[in-house]
């Protein structure tokens, strides 16, 4: 699905996706990795024109015991070219989610800013989450930032929870809803935002 | 507006005073050096055979096949024990002048009257002035030299020395094992607070010269102390070799707080391996400002061995011309419910080289266990280099992991901002970075922030123009 500047990917089988913003350009990818197999994806966004904006947002949610091996790439061609990925994935069981972070500024970038996060929440002993963030900055006035985070629930939470009646399985939509929900709020276009939404509650109440 | 060049200051500490021994062994290392080391020093067997153990694994071991380059050290041509005084005195007044004028131009006489505990001066390979409130004294806290401490407390030193830094986990730790000299022992018996901190003094003045100061802390149960170390050297043409060990044990419910503000002068190679070992609810707190050497590899880690443990690591490095800070921090988490944190902040400016390298592992045993590592650096300019090795072992399957890093420039917008206000734009990069470095520097008592933040607005001086 493509609209002005925002285009939803939904990925359930090995994939490549590469795009190229232009001056000026700004433009946000939504992708949904949800597969029932195990599969290897790459997206990679090149910011070539000055003033390019690209703005990633992913959620992962591997729906069996699979392996799940995604990197993007946000490459900085260009001048004061601004680029965000904000990723978040849900592990169940004894799946495997592999996340490799590219950021890429080169030699004629300045003042370029670009920013990748990845959250995990792991709900199983076995689940296991492996995130490599790889930055090769070749100049020196730009701002880059990374940053991963791995939790369970945690036990405040569900203690709290507990305390007023909630069962583990309950709890568990709950955290998970308010988690997928940080990453679809901040998708601009309500139709995409409402379809990534209700596709991601179909798949955790099965889980 | 234009700025004004200005021209970076000297560095304040690299005077050297006249070359005094009463003992100089001879240039290079074997057997015979060791020998002769431990003789003159009147050690236990056990001291002496562990300092032939340590040198022969120093022989079988190998450089670090990572980091910085290390080809420039010459060990044929480092003096490694080098006596400059008869003994240790307990008041200034005792030393010879030089000595006592090089400290005075430090500052540590004037430090000891006004905020310290104890102070401990190392000169070379030995502890020369050494110092404690009398009132500690008498709540059973030990603080001696390294060698004063084998003599007088032999029970606990034979205990713990080389527990937690085996003389074998690297070149540099078998190194200092076989040679050590100097350094503190510090015992800090249950439940007794140490107010005020407790400070060691590290100058090198020799030309070639190696310091393998030698630290053991042993922090009793419910005690609480803050150990406090600086370090400057003169500036020769050659260079020169630090390489201490530092073990602490943080028993249950301790806290020890070690804080290293290092100015070593560019000449020197700072190779320095620095553990904790921490009981049940015990804490142990790194402080480590970085700010000279041409070298320096330094990961101070804290091993986490005891439930609802705690570990924190609070870090600067500054690299200018020709430095290379190659800094970082491990925790390794062994018991449920330990935590640690690891702060690092870096600044490279004039072609300067800082790396964050740094270890959080978690064994299955150490259930729900949290870490927290933070990397942040600030590049001044085109022809600096920062890089970042964070490793993470996560072998827990309830373990709350978290890990930022961030690298960036100071913004136009900032210094537009400061410069519009009047304040010179020299000014304002001095602001902004020490803003930048203001997280760990309030972790300092006082006299030491405002002695950080004036030691790197030195560095900055010159870096408009």
Same mark, same amino acid.
């Given at each position: 699905m493509r609209l002005q500047n925002i285009e939803f990917i939904h990925i359930h089988e090995d994939q490549r996706y590469s795009d190229t913003l232009p001056e000026g350009e700004e433009k946000t990818y939504v992708f949904l990795v949800a597969p029932k197999q195990s599969l290897r994806a790459e997206i990679s966004v090149s910011?070539?024109?000055?003033?390019a904006k690209a703005q990633l947002l992913g959620i992962i949610i591997p729906q069996r015991n699979i392996e799940v091996h995604l990197s993007t790439t946000q490459l900085h061609?260009? %001048?004061?070219s601004v680029s965000v990925c904000l990723l978040r994935s849900l592990v169940l069981n004894d799946s495997l989610v592999s996340y490799q972070g590219n950021i890429f500024i080169g030699k004629?970038?300045?003042?370029s800013d670009a920013f990748q996060h990845h959250d995990s929440m792991l709900l199983s002993g076995h689940a296991r989450v492996q995130t490599r963030p790889i930055l090769e900055i070749l100049h020196h006035a730009v701002s880059c930032k990374h940053g991963v985070s791995m939790h369970p629930i945690p036990d405040d939470v569900l203690w709290y929870a507990k305390t007023r009646l909630l069962h583990q399985k309950q709890i568990e939509r709950i955290y998970v809803d308010g988690f997928i929900r940080k990453i679809t709020d901040?998708? %601009?276009d309500s139709h995409i935002r409402d379809l990534v939404y209700n596709q991601c509650r179909n798949i955790t109440k099965t889980l | 507006m234009k700025p004004k060049k200005i021209t970076p200051k000297a560095y304040a500490y690299g005077f050297h005073k006249e070359e005094q021994s009463v003992y100089k062994a001879q240039k290079g290392l074997n057997a015979a050096i060791i020998d002769e080391i431990s003789n003159r020093k009147k050690e236990p067997l056990w001291m002496k055979q562990f300092r032939l153990k340590s040198f022969a694994l120093y022989q079988k071991k190998q450089m670090?096949?990572? /980091?910085? &380059?290390?080809? /420039?050290?010459d060990f044929a041509n480092i003096y490694y024990y080098l006596k400059p005084t008869g003994g240790t005195v307990?008041?200034?007044? $005792?030393?010879?002048k030089s000595i006592l004028d090089t400290y005075e131009r430090i500052g540590v006489p004037e430090a000891e009257k006004k905020f310290l505990s104890g102070v401990s001066a190392q000169y070379e390979s030995e502890v020369v002035y050494k110092s404690i409130q009398k009132s500690l004294s008498k709540k059973g806290v030990v603080f001696l030299s390294m060698d004063d401490g084998l003599r007088k407390r032999p029970d606990i030193v034979k205990e713990?020395? /080389?527990?937690?830094? !085996?003389? #074998? &986990? $690297?070149k540099f730790s078998a190194l200092n094992s076989a040679v050590w000299s100097g350094g503190s022992f510090l015992y800090v018996p249950k439940n007794?607070?140490?107010d005020l901190p407790l400070q060691a003094y590290f100058r090198i003045n020799a030309q070639n010269m190696g310091q393998f100061e030698r630290t053991l802390i042993v922090a009793d149960e419910g005690s609480f102390v803050h150990y406090v170390e600086g370090c400057t050297a003169p500036i020769y043409s050659t260079d020169s070799l630090h390489a201490a060990v530092v073990e602490i044990l943080v028993k249950k419910g301790a806290r020890v707080r070690y804080t290293t503000v290092q100015n070593w002068s560019t000449n020197v190679f700072n190779l320095v391996t620095k553990r904790a070992k921490v009981e049940e609810e015990g804490v142990m707190e790194w402080v480590d400002g970085n700010l000279g050497s041409k070298c320096t590899m330094k990961y101070p880690s804290v091993i986490l061995? #005891?439930?609802k443990a705690r570990g924190e690591v609070l870090s600067i490095a500054y690299a200018g011309r020709g430095q290379i800070q190659d800094a970082g921090a491990k925790m390794i988490h062994m018991a449920p419910d330990t935590t640690s944190r690891i702060i690092s902040k870096s600044i490279c400016k004039d072609g300067g080289r800082t790396s964050y390298r740094g270890l959080v592992r978690i064994i !299955?045993?150490?259930?729900h266990a949290s870490s927290h590592v933070q990397c942040d650096a600030l590049i001044l300019d085109g022809k600096s280099r920062s890089d970042t090795y964070p490793y993470m072992d996560i072998q827990s399957d309830d373990a709350s992991i978290a890990h930022e890093a961030a690298v960036s420039k100071i913004s136009d917008e900032q210094l537009f901002y400061l410069t519009s206000r009047g304040i010179p734009e020299e000014e304002a990069v001095s602001m902004v970075v020490n803003g930048f470095i203001e997280p760990i520097v309030k972790e300092l008592p006082l006299e030491y922030a405002v002695e950080l933040n004036r030691l790197i607005e030195l560095q900055m001086e010159g870096s408009v123009g």
């Open positions: 910011l070539e024109g000055r003033n061609k260009s %001048p004061d004629r970038s300045q003042g901040m998708i %601009p | 670090p096949s990572w /980091g910085p &380059d290390l080809s /420039g050290i307990s008041k200034w007044k $005792n030393l010879p713990y020395f /080389g527990t937690v830094v !085996p003389p #074998g &986990d $690297n007794v607070k140490v061995t #005891g439930r !299955p045993t150490a259930t």
